[in-house]
């Protein structure tokens, strides 16, 4: 399975700030995803990372607060913009190789904002 | 819309006694069924993953499930539990609404007794 790195793996920002995440994977992959857990929650997804166009965002996030890129099959970011305290989560990148296959996950990042 | 549920938030088990986690999913066709391992302050690790095909499908660890079209159900069992399955357990769906993703259920939390 693809190898996922994520970075930061944490960090602890102040509210009103942005923090960009990065995601790279080590070979193409069809499908990307971001995802957010929030303490002692289970996986919310965010949106699907499109390449070379918009992102697919779910119901309750938007692009102004959750701007993701991705330029090519191997790579995105997750912007978490104007940050808040109930923006403290791990923020989960996930690659699946098509649509019958199984969701691979990078370690997340863990942001906690003060 | 499409759900998941695990209506089991915590399991408390003895090592050495069976296991079933249940997880029942909202879906107007046969989705892809995965269950996913989370262990504390760990990644999210795949144990097993259902197509078609065989409705009993083994995976790592000595976990199985079994697809039950009719109780729209994929539970997960272990025949003897051990102390390093404590962990929090995610079964998941791969759904197509608009675009292919994954939504997973809340989580079973297991703790196991020594």
């Known amino acids: 399975s693809a190898v996922i790195s994520q970075k930061p793996s944490r960090d602890i920002c102040q509210r009103g700030t942005s923090l960009t995440i990065q995601c790279q994977v080590d070979?193409?992959?069809?499908?990307m995803f971001w995802y957010r857990q929030q303490p002692g929650q289970s996986l919310t997804l965010i949106a699907t990372?499109?390449?070379?166009?918009?992102?697919?965002?779910e119901s309750g996030f938007v692009i102004d607060k959750f701007p993701i890129s991705r330029p090519n099959l191997t790579f995105s970011t997750l912007t978490v913009s104007n940050m808040s305290p109930e923006d403290s989560s791990i923020y989960l990148c996930?690659?699946?190789?098509?649509?019958?296959?199984?969701?691979?996950f990078g370690n997340g990042t863990r942001l906690t904002v003060t | 819309a499409q759900s998941v549920t695990q209506p089991d938030i915590h399991i408390t088990v003895s090592e050495g006694a069976s296991l079933e986690l249940r997880c029942n999913y909202s879906?107007?066709?046969?989705?892809?069924l995965f269950w996913y391992v989370q262990s504390p302050g760990q990644g999210l690790q795949l144990l097993l993953k259902?197509?078609?095909?065989?409705?009993l499908v083994q995976g790592i660890k000595g976990f199985e499930a079994e697809f039950k079209r009719s109780q729209s159900s994929f539970n997960l069992r272990k025949p003897s539990v051990h102390w390093s399955d404590a962990a929090e357990y995610f079964c998941?769906?791969?759904?197509?609404?608009?675009?292919?993703?994954?939504?997973f259920g809340t989580g079973t939390r297991l703790k196991v007794l020594a």
């Open positions: 996930s690659v699946a190789g098509g649509w019958n296959s199984p969701l691979h």
């Open positions: 070979s193409q992959v069809t499908m």
């Open positions: 990372a499109n390449q070379g166009s918009e992102a697919t965002y």
């Open positions: 879906y107007g066709a046969t989705p892809y």
């Open positions: 259902y197509f078609s095909g065989d409705t």
């Open positions: 998941a769906v791969g759904v197509t609404s608009g675009t292919y993703k994954y939504i």
